[in-house]
Every structure is written in structure tokens, then in C-alpha cells.
């Protein structure tokens, strides 16, 4: 079993910024696809990024310029900074961790509200 412990989200300003850490632990072979979701209140569900075993990243037209995802392998920790934070950026953030047919870990989520 793989655990996922997001740590960072918080209440900020219009134009802040902000940085999510997740933390993976448990029995870990190896772990490649990582990514963050995100689900907006009363909304579904929606990719925000993901970030390759070799640093190959991808992320949401929503979010591109604004936000970077990183990683640590050495620490099984990936990243997220957020920057230029907009209202419609607010929804509990996930950390997930993909296996060949989709994601197979979730984190319990954390809690990003930009406020106007």
C-alpha cells in the first residue's frame, strides 16, 4: 500500500502564490506517472498536472504559465507551485500517482481557496 500526504494548501489572496508537497511512503517499488488533481466545488473532477519519471511534464491549458509541477524521486515527493492563483483555482487538491491504466493512488486532499 502506497500512502499520499499533501501538505501546502491554504487561503490566499488573488495573484499569490502557493506550493503543495505530497509525500509518498509505504511499499514502493517504483513509482513513475505522478500527477495533481484537483475537484472545484460542486464540479468534477479535473487534471491539473503530471510529471514523468524522466521530468516529462503536462498540465491543464487552465493552469500552463501559472503553475509547475516537479519531483523528487530520491524523497518520493512530487510538487506543485502555484502562482498568479486565481478564484477559479479554489477545490481540494489530490495528489495521485498513476499505474499502467490510470491513476491507483489518491491522496486525502488539501484545501486551496483564493479568495477575491
Known amino acids: 500500500q502506497v500512502h499520499l500526504v499533501e501538505t501546502g494548501g491554504g487561503l490566499v489572496q488573488p495573484g499569490g502564490s502557493l506550493r503543495l508537497s505530497c509525500a509518498a511512503s509505504g511499499r514502493i517499488a517504483s513509482i513513475g506517472l505522478m500527477g495533481w488533481s484537483r475537484q472545484p466545488p460542486g464540479k468534477e473532477r479535473e487534471l491539473v498536472a503530471r510529471?514523468?519519471?524522466?521530468?516529462?511534464?503536462n498540465y491543464a491549458d487552465s493552469v500552463k504559465g501559472r503553475f509547475t509541477i516537479s519531483r523528487d524521486t530520491a524523497k518520493n515527493t512530487v510538487y506543485l507551485q502555484m502562482n498568479n492563483l486565481k478564484p477559479e483555482d479554489t477545490a481540494v487538491y489530490y495528489c495521485?500517482?498513476?499505474?499502467?491504466?490510470?491513476?491507483?493512488?489518491w491522496g486525502q486532499g488539501t484545501q486551496v481557496t483564493v479568495s477575491s
Open positions: 495521485n500517482v498513476y499505474g499502467s491504466f490510470g491513476i491507483v493512488y
Open positions: 510529471i514523468g519519471s524522466v521530468g516529462d511534464t
